[in-house]
């Protein structure tokens, strides 16, 4: 019928797309048309409020908590100590008891000092393997290979302490446990010495000298325990996981053993000090710490205190903001 | 980009020769030899940028002409080259991924910019060679071929008509695609030429390749057997344009001349210049403040090290010697070594990944206008278009709104209403197209309450028949009988309304003639010589047509001089009446005036209609008159229009015509939102001021309460000299009246709608714009142009008739220069809007009648003007919500992302050790942080489409880049240190005592490192999450999966030892920091504490949203509360608004200076 013509059928080469009818339409989609199901929250004084309380409430009781359990751990610290300081410690309430060295102004978290190469560790068959730059300057000693190297290995904390108990003038030894202070998977995975040649690891550390300011070379750190010997020295361990900030602490020993494993009786100790390590040129200080721990680690009233403070303000937010809507709210107000 | 491919062949000494000789008929031209051969370029269109070939190294080079691309290529070669502390993957893999993203993306366009290409190209033509003719694909036309080309098509290259199918040897173009010119132009085949084609032998010379459209000089050869070389000159009326199309003539065969690049369009092709985002801009300003902070903490870094390592013993302890080579390094080098070692330490605050994420969010949020069902009109079958995807958030921006009037305003489809003849009133009883698309023939509907006598009614329709060039299309079966004619417009698929094939250069004119068609007279059709056309009685007259004096925009009226049957010579006259009324005998004109007048007030666009009887001798003059200026040489335009002038006199006016182009579908309302919104709407139109005037009253553009301003020629007066001293009074007065007497508070955007300030609109016309514009340029020009853009900016409607298009572009670059550059948008259908497209900020193009030109040179086309409101308020609002919150986010998060790896460095001796491993440090933008920023940027809705689009009034909380000015990024900023200083002194109170596990075993930097990132990954996360009001399930995934993806990844990554890893740093650091009770409450306080200030924000922040956002959306049990309320700030969430800053400065303060001091020691010791 000639009233259906249509004479627009040209241009198909300029407008394209035009032609291809409904195709162009839209899907109509939820997704497309950006009305996909929504939850769409209120934060209403309904809400806010209450939740503020409860918050509040919460924070409190965890502070309570942590405050009360953070007092009760009982920290002696002995600053600057040499010689054979005497100990005063008073009744403690549960064990073990820890020691701790502690260096201030002491930059264990410095760009460079914290290397060691790795090579010993992933896989732990090469000692004498070139070590990574990284090591420099405690990388070869008369070009022989330094096992372990780098700075940090160098500078290992050396200070040895031996704790009596005075007990009627006479000095009983405390036995200091040296074992489980480092991370279990740094003992057991992360750090790896080398095969023992013919069951012996001085063997396997042929071809290598020791860090020039060890006394001794790192197969006989430990003389007693030949478990803790090589790379898997535990206090090698605990000196590798480099500190967070200057001032820090590292676990010396635990005490586990007999009497002392609860916690150590009240009386007078004594501490002998074997003063190896030099801080004095770098405006250090050492110190040396008894601390015995609770669920939340050791001795910390600042996390107490901020969820206090945290629980307080939250509190005291909720009964602002209940003040301020009763007040100024008009009555439709749905809370 | 349209490049000119210097690559073209043209050796350089070519290049200077200004003309070139082409051999028609190249095959077949046996003396080609004996010419120099020219090279020319073949006929291939290149748009795109990029080869296979030279992609990657082209696409590298232009993407690191980025300034922060070429920043972080700068860090990642540092990285490489200065031992610095992280490793070149942590810098280079976020920017592998960059500039891989953008270059998928990149090459993706250009792709499709491949296939428009070879659309092109690949177009078959048929080629005349060796007499043969030969089918071949666009890209193989040479200079010299002979082409054909058929009805409808477009011309593949600029041809010299040489033969064409039509008797008179004419073909008609139209250009629209060129100019915007729909109408029909006549071109001339070469004389001489047109027997022969086949074997035709000639050489043309021209000038070489220019862009202007209207100017070609040539000469042609033509060589017979036998006969000696006849030389024929060539113009512009031979020369065919690439890109127009061939209408009503079946075929012709032209001669190609230029090709390819060279075509006269592919050099009138203006690049698009890149359009930046106002959000850009803030972008880079916040870059740059970043980019100082990076650098001043880099130098504070450096600076403090050095002073630091003075102190004793700091320098170099015994425990950290200093290697060979650190020693035998000059002290500034090492200095200048550091400090582009801080600079890579912290140069993560500047986000890499944030100009992907703000890519992607552009290219895929894109879509979302692509899909909108809303957009899809049914009568051109299209939804909207979207050309560039890098200005989605300016339309929520926008403050100016230039609007063509014909075509976007209007329909652009004119309809015939009503006429007058002699005083008597006809009106229109329906429209004549509203029932079946049928034309009544068989008897008048009018409403004729009295009637003017019969013969001057029958005179007045004939007069409507005769006077006017409208063709009826050819190729039409000769059902004209049935009265069914199909109009043809451009090529466009025609409204069912109207299918008549009348062929017109304007709309008005098919209009006219059909509007003759309802009250009884039809055109049937015209040769050069007579037009027929049957009247009442069914009866077919023919006129011979002895001359058509032509429109022109000076005389504004065009008539025919046309002998009848009965041997009578009648002129027709047609005009506007302000050119018609002077020419006729007066006593007619004042009853038709009335009727004139109040049309144009209705918004018609009126033409007044006059005839006059021509003696026999009066004819015979008037003839000669004519012929003889037609065929003069000089000043032939000149002499033509004074005969014309001379001829149109004395005539008599027989009626008037009202032809009305409708509005567009809700053309008001659309208005009225956005002007609700906040946008001033100026209608910029070449119309005349009276139609654009009460289509701008139709459109509620001007209000009955709207006081109008005139600054028109009218109300300058007349005479040259005093038109400027008028103008400055002109301007003086409305200044004071519109600025002065208005209280600024009121005026302009913030002008709420409870004010009861006087509405004024402005109309200005073309003339007095050029006046203002190109004013003596001794001061007093720009002081008009001040006075002009103050008055115009009090306003709250603008109507500029008259423009031409590049005044068009000039007021919107006035405005878009003028003090605070506002964003500016530009809305047209046609080629004469093209060039305000192309300078607004926004262009959006309509998908209308005139073209294409429009759409393709719009940076958004949608079908129909009622889409902008849906755009702006919608689309655009959110869009700019969401990009701006994208923005601040990302900044924000690494802000406390790196501000405690910075105050690390205070307690590692400025030694540049990260405080986070490195894989942290790479992944948290890539991985850890980056999906939730991107889903939010996506699909957050703060408020619903539906609160969004009854709401016009909430675009304005938007306005003016409210959300990225300086206050609220120093929030963010805020926000960032705050968070970063307690993540970071939280942590270290917490590390006072390092044994926190209950062995007793102590933890190392890693694992501080570790606990400040687990805070910093779950509060940045969970602080989108408070902001997020649109919970879709994939935001739910996105953030509930990001923060599981960073656990179960610092599982994976701590519990393997990783052979490619030198330093295993991070094994079982995450897993142990989890069994210690401690780390978990840090981590759960600090989460708490960083986020309390903005809980308490958002909640004392909601009652004023409250009617706006919650409530309303979508629930049908609510009642849509009173929308004044949304401006009027009630006084209670001033309440809420002080107390909550109070408490949000308290927090800052405690969170402050509790670490403060810690720090002060810390700096001290």
């Known amino acids: ?335 | 980009m349209w490049r000119r491919r210097l690559t073209c062949l043209f050796g350089g000494e070519e290049k200077r020769v200004d003309s070139r000789t082409i051999h028609a008929g190249r095959g077949s031209s046996p003396v080609a030899d004996a010419f120099p051969q020219q090279k020319f370029c073949d006929n291939r269109i290149v748009s795109s940028k990029y080869t296979i070939w030279n992609f990657l190294p082209k696409n590298l080079f232009e993407q690191f002409r980025r300034i922060a691309n070429f920043y972080f290529l700068i860090i990642f070669l540092v990285q490489v080259i200065v031992d610095t502390p992280t490793s070149p993957v942590t810098s280079g893999l976020p920017l592998f991924f960059v500039i891989t993203v953008t270059a998928i993306k990149q090459g993706y366009e250009d792709w499709l910019r491949h296939k428009a290409d070879n659309e092109v190209n690949k177009y078959p033509v048929t080629v005349l060679e060796d007499g043969k003719r030969v089918g071949k694909e666009s890209e193989k036309i040479k200079v010299g071929d002979v082409v054909e080309v058929l009805e409808d098509e477009t011309f593949p290259c600029d041809l010299v008509l040489l033969q064409s199918s039509r008797d008179d040897d004419t073909c008609f173009v139209t250009t629209a695609s060129l100019d915007g010119e729909s109408n029909h132009k006549t071109h001339y085949t070469v004389p001489d030429t047109v027997k022969d084609v086949e074997s035709l032998h000639a050489t043309i010379e021209c000038e070489q390749p220019q862009p202007d459209l209207y100017k070609f000089v040539g000469r042609m050869h033509i060589r017979r057997d036998g006969q000696e070389t006849a030389v024929r000159s060539l113009g512009p009326e031979n020369l065919l344009l690439k890109g127009a199309t061939l209408k009503n003539t079946k075929k012709i065969y032209g001669v190609a001349v230029y090709t390819g690049m060279e075509t006269k369009m592919a050099l009138n092709y203006q690049g698009k210049s890149q359009k930046r985002s106002v959000v850009e801009k803030s972008i880079n300003a916040f870059l740059i403040v970043y980019l100082c902070l990076l650098v001043s903490k880099a130098f504070v870094c450096t600076t403090l090290k050095y002073v630091w390592q003075n102190q004793h013993g700091q320098d170099e302890p015994w425990y950290n010697p200093k290697t060979q080579q650190e020693r035998d390094t000059n002290l500034y080098l090492k200095m200048f070594t550091d400090f582009l070692s801080f600079m890579v330490l912290f140069n993560f605050i500047i986000p890499v990944s944030m100009y992907v994420t703000v890519e992607m969010q552009k290219f895929l949020g894109s879509f979302f206008i692509t899909w909108d069902k809303d957009f899809f009109d049914p009568e051109v079958q299209e939804g909207a278009l979207v050309n560039t995807s890098d200005l989605n958030e300016e339309l929520g921006q926008v403050e100016y709104i230039f609007t063509d009037k014909t075509g976007t305003l209007t329909e652009n489809n004119m309809e015939f209403i009503e006429c007058c003849i002699d005083g008597f009133q006809y009106k229109n009883h329906k429209f004549l197209t509203e029932t079946d698309g049928l034309c009544e023939t068989d008897g008048p509907i009018t409403i004729t309450l009295n009637k003017a006598p019969e013969e001057l009614e029958e005179l007045f329709l004939r007069a409507l028949c005769l006077c006017h060039t409208v063709q009826v299309k050819e190729s039409q079966p000769v059902d004209e009988i049935d009265g069914v004619v199909l109009d043809q417009v451009d090529g466009f698929s025609p409204s069912p309304e109207d299918q008549c094939a009348f062929i017109a250069s304007s709309p008005d004119e098919v209009a006219l003639v059909k509007g003759a068609m309802t009250h009884g007279f039809t055109f049937i059709g015209s040769d050069s010589k007579s037009m027929k056309i049957r009247n009442r009685d069914n009866r077919v007259e023919v006129y011979e047509l002895l001359h058509v004096l032509n429109f022109d925009p000076v005389r504004r009226r065009m008539s025919v001089i046309v002998k009848s049957e009965s041997g009578e010579v009648l002129l027709f006259c047609k005009g506007a009446d302000s050119s018609i009324f002077p020419r006729v005998r007066k006593e007619e004109v004042d009853r038709i005036r009335v009727h004139v007048e109040r049309d144009a007030k209705e918004g018609y666009r009126t033409l007044c209609v006059a005839y006059k009887r021509l003696g026999n001798e009066d004819f015979a003059r008037v003839d000669a008159e004519l012929r003889e200026a037609r065929l003069s040489l000089h000043d032939r335009e000149e002499k033509l229009m004074a005969v014309y002038n001379q001829v149109e006199t004395d005539m008599i006016l027989i009626g008037a015509t009202a032809v009305e182009d409708r509005l567009q579908d809700r053309a008001a309302e659309t208005m009225e939102a956005l002007q609700g919104a906040g946008m001033k709407v100026w209608v910029l139109t070449g119309d005349k001021m009276e139609t654009a005037k009460s289509t701008c009253y139709a459109c509620r553009l001007f209000q009955r309460g709207t006081e109008l301003l005139e600054l028109t020629v009218g109300a300058l007066g007349e005479g040259e000299g005093k038109r400027e001293e008028r103008l400055l009074e002109l301007l003086l007065e409305y200044h004071k009246r519109v600025v002065h007497d208005t209280p600024p508070s009121k005026t302009g955007l913030h002008r709420t709608w409870s004010s009861p300030g006087q509405d004024y609109g402005l109309i200005v016309d073309g003339a007095t714009l050029s006046l203002l514009l190109n004013a003596s340029p001794d001061g007093t020009g720009s002081h008009y142009k001040n006075l002009f853009l103050k008055i115009c900016q009090s306003c709250t409607s603008v109507l500029c008739c008259r423009m031409a298009p590049l005044q068009k572009a000039q007021i919107v670059r006035m405005v878009k220069s003028s003090k605070g550059s506002p964003i500016t948008l530009s809305v047209g259908d046609g080629a004469n809007d093209v060039s305000m497209i192309l300078e607004a900020h926004v262009g959006i193009g309509i998908k209308g009648k005139e073209g294409r030109q429009a759409v393709r040179n719009s940076d958004y086309a949608i079908p129909k003007l009622k889409h902008l409101k849906k755009l702006l308020l919608v689309h655009g609002h959110l869009y700019y919500v969401r990009i701006a919150h994208l923005v601040q986010y990302f900044f924000y998060k690494n802000l406390c992302f790196i501000l405690p790896q910075f105050l690390y460095q205070f307690y590692c001796g400025y030694s540049q050790l990260p405080l986070y491993d490195a894989a942290y440090l790479t992944m948290y933008n890539i991985c850890f942080t980056s999906m939730p920023i991107l889903a939010y940027s996506l699909f957050e809705q703060h408020i619903s489409i539906d609160t969004l689009l009854d709401h016009a009034a909430l675009y304005r909380e938007v306005a003016k880049n409210a959300m990225l000015r300086w206050g609220p990024f120093f929030y963010w900023t805020m926000l960032g240190v705050f968070h970063g200083l307690l993540f970071f002194f939280g942590v270290y109170c917490v590390f006072s005592n390092p044994a926190l596990l209950p062995s007793g075993q102590v933890f190392g930097n890693w694992t501080f490192g570790t606990i400040v990132f687990t805070i910093l990954v779950f509060t940045v996360t969970i602080k989108l999450a408070l902001d997020t009001r649109h919970w879709t399930w994939i935001n739910h995934f996105v953030i509930w999966g990001s923060l599981a993806f960073y656990i179960l990844f610092s599982f994976f990554w701590g519990g393997i030892t990783w052979p490619f890893l030198e330093q295993q740093r991070l094994y079982f650091v995450f897993i142990n920091m989890l069994s210690s009770m401690s780390a978990w409450l840090a981590i759960m306080l600090l989460i708490v504490l960083s986020l309390l200030p903005d809980v308490l924000l958002v909640a004392l922040r909601r009652p004023r949203g409250r009617n706006t956002r919650q409530v309303l959306p979508r629930s049908p049990l609510c009642f849509p509360s009173i929308p004044h309320q949304v401006f009027q700030i009630p006084p209670v969430s001033h309440l809420h608004a002080h107390i909550s800053s109070f408490l949000h400065a308290s927090f800052l303060c405690i969170s402050f200076l509790c670490p403060l001091s810690l720090f002060n020691s810390a700096v001290a010791g």
């Open chain 1, 1 to 335: 019928h000639p009233r259906d013509v249509r004479t627009c059928e040209t241009n198909k080469h300029r407008t394209g797309s035009s032609g291809e009818g409904t195709t162009n339409r839209p899907d109509n989609t939820a997704f497309d048309q950006q009305r996909l199901p929504a939850w769409q929250p209120v934060l209403s004084a309904g809400i806010v409020i209450p939740g503020f309380l409860l918050v509040g409430l919460a924070f409190i009781g965890i502070g309570v908590a942590l405050f009360v359990t953070s007092r009760s751990i009982q920290v002696l610290e002995v600053s600057a100590p040499k010689g054979f300081p005497p100990l005063a410690v008073p009744p403690t309430r549960g064990g073990p008891v820890f020691l701790y060295y502690g260096l201030s102004n002491y930059f264990q978290n410095v760009r460079g000092y914290g290397c060691l190469a790795m090579t010993t560790s992933s896989g732990g068959t090469c000692p004498r393997c070139s070590p990574s730059s990284s090591c420099a300057p405690y990388q070869y000693d008369q070009n022989t290979t330094i096992a372990p190297c780098g700075s940090v290995a160098n500078s290992m904390f050396n200070d040895t302490f031996t704790l009596y108990q005075l007990v009627n003038a006479t000095r009983k030894t405390v036995p200091l446990d040296g074992k489980g202070i480092a991370w279990w998977t740094d003992y057991n995975i992360k750090f790896r010495n080398p095969p023992e040649v013919d069951g012996s690891l001085a063997a396997a550390f042929n071809g290598t000298v020791k860090p020039v300011n060890w006394p001794k070379p790192v197969y006989d750190l430990d003389p007693t325990n030949p478990a803790n010997n090589g790379f898997l020295n535990q206090d090698f361990l605990v000196w590798m996981r480099t500190a967070a900030l200057p001032d820090f602490w590292k676990l010396y020993r635990r005490i586990t053993e007999g009497e002392y494993a609860s916690g150590l009786p009240a009386g007078n100790y004594t501490l002998e000090i074997q003063y190896n390590y030099p801080v004095a040129n770098f405006a250090g200080r050492k110190s040396v710490i008894f601390s015995n721990t609770s669920w939340m680690g050791g001795k910390n009233q600042f996390l107490g205190i901020a969820y206090l403070v945290t629980g307080s303000l939250c509190v005291v937010m909720s009964a602002v903001m209940l003040i301020v809507y009763a007040k100024f709210n008009s009555p439709d107000e749905d809370f």
